[in-house]
């Protein structure tokens, strides 16, 4: 029932198409008026609430104030999202965005503390990411199972929890690790909204304070469109460093195919340049310089004993004969595999050829690259091809050599053929020249033996193979110093005995010359002399035998040449006396007997003898020398003094 004017107070409110009527005279306007002007001033509600008012209009005035408070927070915190929205749109990387929101969280709501959880699917929990106003180590590496904690539980339930005091709360499940944390934090109201987005849970935030307070819906409200807008940006900023990522992947897989097809390309251009030389006739000299100028370092090539046969470019010198620097590279594990090794900056590879090694290059002064690494290797190929090609044509050149060196061994043809074939090839058999007789202790390695003796006697000579040993036909008077020369630079990588005859001047003599060499290298062994070289002469006693024109006389000069020049000087006879004295088995009493003179004079002889041969003529080997020599003179002289019998 409506009330009538008369009956209706102040707290009625006027129906519909009636005048309000006038106030009481009574009533206390100045106090209304008051309260307005708290209202226009904006005052706080505390303020509006102290007012002395009638109560009817105090608590009306206390309506709009609470309500104009609550729009005022809303539009603050509608500002507050507004300005977290701008500043996360900047942050790019997720771990700048995550300190972004809990630092926001903690000022719009207001409290001690605020953090952030992320959830880890793998292991089923949600660990600490960011804090903005924690003290605590322990808290700040916790990690919250599913439903342990209120976090937990906003993590398991994916909707906001809250609580004035955590310790008294009994909603949610309190584990010892989480309660020691935040204990440790000193945290005693807690509140946590979930960050979902589209159904996907990614985390917790949370504003917590240390000391208790209730939270209004407002502030979980605002905690919530703040997790939510944080979710959001969360999200788009994973994305973003995904689509960066990938841009990254992509940008690296291009400069991969961008390499790649560089490299094929280098590659075509090496493989081009390679078989164009191959084709113009080229040799290894070519191909090594030809790689050093595609790479730009220095590039060598050694043969399969370790000596340099091609070099382009700086790379390192001998020290000094004998003494490559580069000679440990040729032989690293790995090579006879056939793929590019490299230690210390260098690189080598085998070139290899129906699995025999023909020689490696070596590669230095820079860094290879993939495509340059596959451009050595590609060179190592050509080059055994080469090496097949110039192996060919060099055993076609042997084997015309072999056939030459055979024919004049064994007088093959008339004489002015032998001169003639052996002039086509370069080597003139009428100046002096020596013959070498080389055997090797590996009866597989005539060939390489062919190979060595050439390069140890020079383009002058003339190498070939008879009846399985290798002859080589070498200008010069002195057999014995050629055979000793041969055998000390062959035998540097294998063994090899080398025996000399000649000087020879005539291609006659050749066949003497070569019995006689064929002979002493026979000997040489047998007296155990392997890798040794000598010349028929310089084996003494044992010369004359293997000799084929033995020179006795010439043998007997050698030994006693001081003594019979001196017996000619003086007539005297210091070889009379030196055969006394070993006829009496070295007693220089018995001699004295035998010469008819006094023991004094013997020894003064023997002296003489002394200071003419040497200290060393009473020795075993040279004793025994001696003595056959005088014995060889004694029949020489027996020879000629018997003359002709009539």
Same mark, same amino acid.
């Given at each position: 029932? !409506? ?75 509608? &500002?507050?999202?507004?300005? !977290? ?31 952030? *959880? ?93 000391? %208790? ?20 940006? =969360?999200?788009? !900023?994973?994305?973003? &460093? ?110 290899? &050829? ?59 043809? %008339? ?33 390489? =033996? ?133 006829? %009496?088995?070295? %007693? ?5 007997? !035998? ?20 200290? *060393? ?30």
């Amino acid at each position: 029932m !409506t009330p009538s004017p008369e009956t209706r107070t102040h707290a009625d409110p006027p129906t519909s198409g009636e005048l309000v009527a006038p106030p009481d005279p009574a009533y206390p306007v100045g106090q209304v008026v008051h309260l307005l002007e708290l209202l226009a001033g904006d005052a706080p509600v505390a303020a509006v609430a102290g007012a002395d008012a009638p109560v009817e209009a105090r608590d009306l005035a206390l309506r709009i104030a609470s309500a104009r408070e609550v729009h005022r927070q809303r539009e603050a915190g509608l &500002a507050a999202l507004l300005d !977290t929205a701008r500043e996360l749109a900047t942050a790019n990387d997720p771990g700048s965005v995550l300190e972004a929101i809990v630092r926001r969280a903690r000022r719009l709501v207001g409290t001690d503390l605020a953090y952030l *959880t992320l959830y880890d699917p793998e292991a089923g929990d949600t660990f600490m990411r960011a804090t903005d106003g924690s003290v605590s180590a322990a808290f700040q590496s916790v990690r919250l199972a599913l439903g342990a904690g209120l976090g937990g539980l906003v993590a398991s339930t994916h909707k906001p929890y809250w609580t004035a005091d955590y310790w008294a709360d009994e909603r949610f499940r309190h584990t010892r690790a989480i309660d020691g944390a935040v204990g440790e934090e000193g945290i005693i109201a807690i509140c946590g909204t979930p960050l979902i987005v589209e159904s996907n849970f990614v985390g917790v935030l949370f504003a917590a304070n240390r000391s %208790s307070r209730p939270f209004t819906r407002e502030e979980v409200a605002l905690l919530g469109n703040l997790a939510t807008l944080a979710a959001l940006t =969360l999200v788009q !900023t994973r994305a973003l &460093a995904d689509a960066e990522s990938a841009l990254a992947a992509l940008s690296e897989a291009h400069e991969t195919v961008r390499q790649y097809a560089q490299g094929v390309e280098k590659a075509a251009a090496a493989h081009d340049r390679f078989a164009s030389l191959v084709l113009g006739g080229g040799g290894v000299d070519d191909i090594t310089h030809a790689l050093a100028e595609l790479l730009g370092g220095w590039a060598v090539l050694v043969d399969q004993n370790g000596q340099r046969t091609s070099a382009a470019g700086p790379a390192p010198e001998p020290t000094r004969p004998g003494a490559d620097p580069l000679a440990p590279f040729d032989a690293l594990p790995g090579l006879d595999a056939g793929r590019l090794v490299e230690r210390d900056g260098v690189y080598a590879v085998a070139v290899t &050829a129906a699995r025999e090694r023909l020689g490696t290059i070596l590669v230095g002064g820079l860094t290879l690259s993939d495509p340059d690494q596959r451009t050595v290797e590609r060179a190592g190929v050509v080059t055994a091809l080469v090496l097949l090609f110039e192996r060919q044509a060099a055993d076609a050149r042997q084997s015309a050599r072999n056939r030459l060196v055979s024919d004049l061994v064994i007088a093959r043809g %008339s004489r002015e053929e032998r001169l003639s074939l052996a002039r086509t090839v370069g080597f003139d058999p009428q100046r002096p020249f020596c013959l070498l007789v080389l055997r090797g202790d590996d009866p597989n390695g005539h060939r390489a =033996l062919l190979i060595s003796a050439s390069a140890a006697t020079g383009e002058a000579s003339l190498v070939g193979s008879h009846d399985g040993d290798v002859v080589a036909l070498v200008p010069g008077a002195d057999a014995d110093g050629l055979a000793r020369a041969v055998a000390s630079r062959i035998g540097r990588r294998t063994c090899v005995t080398v025996a000399g005859a000649g000087a020879v001047s005539d291609v006659d003599d050749i066949s003497r010359a070569y019995d006689e060499a064929h002979r002493t290298v026979a000997a040489l062994i047998a007296l155990g002399h392997r890798g040794k070289g000598a010349a028929a002469r310089q084996l003494g006693f044992a010369g004359l035998i293997v000799g084929s024109e033995p020179d006795v006389g010439e043998y007997v000069r050698g030994l006693l040449g001081p003594v019979l020049d001196y017996d000619e000087r003086r007539g005297t006879d210091l070889v009379g006396t030196l055969a006394a004295y070993f006829a %009496s088995g070295g %007693s220089p009493r018995h001699a004295a007997v !035998t010469l008819h003179v006094h023991v004094n004079t013997v020894a003064q002889r023997l002296e003489r003898i002394t200071a003419l041969l040497g200290d *060393t003529w009473q020795q075993p080997d040279q004793s025994l020398e001696l003595q056959l020599a005088l014995r060889l003179r004694a029949l020489q002289t027996s020879t000629r003094g018997a003359g002709p019998r009539g």
